[in-house]
């Protein structure tokens, strides 16, 4: 058994070789054109079965390879709508934060209208009570009740 090393190290092929017949092949980064080339220029027998092996192995790596391919496009296009979807998400984000501001600021402005019309309501009321005080006194004098049913008359005739 000797082995044939005429070939260079760039083709990665290793022969072994008994009786004449091609016995084991091992083959990287060579076609079969090129391995059935190297065989030729070193005396060889050719088997067509190794090299109708060899023609569909590189047949199913050339499909491996276009699926690989198929799929590192759709990685990236997965990889770009997931970015698209997240600056959209952050978009909306963003708004909803923005619209929650506007809603906060409304609902201050209320507040503090709130406060105003409390304020205002109480001091109506103080002013009622004061009011409502010299009526009670008012109608207790017997001058001021003629004064009270003279205005009590004349609010009817108007009405």
Do not use: C
């Not at 030729?40 to 088997?47: A, D, F, G, I």
Request: a neutral charge; charged letters at 30%; aromatic letters at 4%.
């Amino acid at each position: 058994m000797g082995e044939v090393s005429s070939m260079s190290n760039t083709d990665n092929i290793t022969l072994s070789i008994n009786k004449n017949h091609l016995k084991e092949v091992v083959v990287s980064n060579l076609s079969s054109e090129m391995l059935t080339e190297k065989l030729k220029q070193n005396n060889l027998p050719v088997e067509e079965d190794l090299l109708k092996q060899i023609n569909f192995k590189e047949t199913e790596i050339k499909l491996l390879e276009n699926k690989i391919v198929d799929l590192q496009n759709t990685i990236l296009i997965l990889e770009n709508d997931l970015e698209l979807n997240i600056l959209q998400n952050i978009e909306t984000i963003i708004k909803q934060e923005e619209f929650l501001l506007e809603v906060n600021q409304v609902i201050s402005n209320l507040e503090m209208k709130n406060e105003n019309y409390q304020a205002s309501i109480i001091k109506q009321t103080k002013e009622l009570k004061k009011i409502n005080e010299k009526y009670n006194k008012l109608k207790k004098s017997k001058l001021g009740n003629i004064v009270i049913k003279y205005w009590d008359m004349r609010r009817k005739i108007k009405k």
